[in-house]
Each structure stands twice: as C-alpha cells, then as structure tokens.
C-alpha cells in the first residue's frame, strides 16, 4: 500500500484505531476522524508515525453528513489523494423493542447507514483505479442470536445493500466496494472480560473473542492487493458466530 491514502472512519479506539494503525504498517498514510476524544486520536497518530506514514486526526461526527464530506475533502486537500475508505464509526444500541425512541432510530441510521453513503459518494468522487470501500458491519447483520438488538441490527443490515449497490456502480471505474462483519470483539464498546461475555462465547464456534487486530488483518487484505477482484461480498470476522 505504499503511497495509497486512506480515512479511516472512528479511528481513535476499538476496531477503527487497529485498522488505522494496521493501514500505517502496511504502508499508507492514513486520515482518521473522531467524534469526542482529540487526545486518543493523537496517539493513534502517533502509533502511524512510528510506523513510518503520514497520519491525521480530523474532528467529524458521523452523524453530519457535512462534517463527514469535509473529512473527505481535508483527506484530499492534505494528501493529494484517497484510495481508501473504511467506514467503522458506529454505536450500539440496545434496549427493548418497545422503549426505541424514534430520534434513537433515526440517530443509529444516520450513523451507521446514512454516514456510509454519504463517505462512499464523496471518497469515489475522487478515487481511480483501486480504490477501495470497505465498511464495518457487525454479524447481528445476519443472525440476531437474543433480543434487544433490533434497531442495530437494522442499521447494519443496510450496509449489505449499499456494498452490492457501489460494487455495481463503481465496478467499472476499477473501484471495490465490501463489507466486514465483525463478530463479539474485544473492545470498550464490548469488552471480553464484561458482564455478556460468557454468554456471548456461547455463540460462537471457536469460544472466543475477535481482537481488534483481527478485523484490522481482514480490511488490510481487502485493502490491498489480494483484494483486487473481491468486490459486493460481505465477509464474516466473528469466531463462528454466524456459521
């Protein structure tokens, strides 16, 4: 990935920081965006340096479409380029059916499935040859395993569409378009040692948890070269969850 140029969406912790860092590694330079914590956005930033690239922390709340677009455009303007994109930034709601707020609906949507589309219309604006779109789904996309998970489950499902619907529209530019479902990882958000772990073990075919890592190695590949004729597929990264 020498010289190619990536933003990284939600990059200051959990899966996005380890995509980051992984891109870095690989050779890329890499944009990321956070919504609240410029200081863990720093680090991250340094982490890419120590790797030998280039890295910026730009400030964009995934849930404004215009925050989101200047991302993009700051990506391009610092750079010169983008051929790489990695929609991660996302939340987790969960909660009974009945007790989903109709702003919660439309703030997980917004978040999930409106900021991928809107990241993907305006990184493919600029992308050649190899680009890549690759968002981060989630295995409840595919099986919803307990209750609770409704409105995510949802908001991630949607993300199947959009990867086919850009694997078709930007096939003949040479641009790739897939999706990573991530199952149970290792993060704040879903720490392997917190009170659902064990429980959510139970579904999985290799009893255990993903690392950040894990996800990171799969959206590289696909990042890459060996991901050249891998375009509209939606792959699992989940311990078996889905198997």
């Not at 479409?65 to 996302?90: C, H, K, P, Q």
């Not at 595919?142 to 499902?157: D, E, N």
Request: net charge negative; glycine share 12%.
């Amino acid at each position: 990935m020498t010289r190619k140029v990536a933003l990284v969406t939600g990059g200051s912790r959990g899966i996005g920081a380890a995509t980051a860092v992984r891109l870095a590694a690989d050779g890329a330079d890499v944009v990321i965006t956070y919504a609240r914590s410029a200081d863990r956005a720093a680090a991250v930033v340094k982490e890419m340096a120590a790797a030998g690239a280039r890295g910026l922390a730009v400030e964009a709340e995934a849930s404004d479409a215009g925050m989101l677009v200047a991302a993009v455009e700051r990506t391009v303007a610092e750079f010169g380029r983008i051929d790489i994109l990695v929609s991660n930034a996302g939340i987790a709601p969960y909660g009974p059916l009945d007790e989903v707020t109709l702003a919660e609906v439309d703030r997980c949507l917004a978040i999930h499935a409106r900021a991928s589309f809107v990241l993907a219309q305006a990184a493919a604006r600029y992308m050649g040859v190899g680009g890549r779109i690759i968002c981060v789904g989630s295995s409840l996309a595919v099986r919803v395993p307990y209750p609770g998970w409704t409105l995510y489950a949802m908001s991630k499902s949607a993300l199947i569409g959009l990867t086919k619907g850009l694997a078709r529209d930007l096939g003949p530019r040479g641009i790739t378009a897939n999706l990573v479902h991530p199952g149970s990882t290792d993060t704040e958000m879903n720490p392997a040692d917190g009170p659902d772990a064990e429980d959510e073990r139970r579904f999985t075919a290799l009893d255990r948890y993903c690392q950040p890592e894990d996800i990171a190695a799969t959206i590289s590949h696909l990042a890459g070269e060996g991901g050249a004729n891998i375009t509209g597929s939606a792959i699992a990264v989940d311990a078996g969850t889905t198997a």
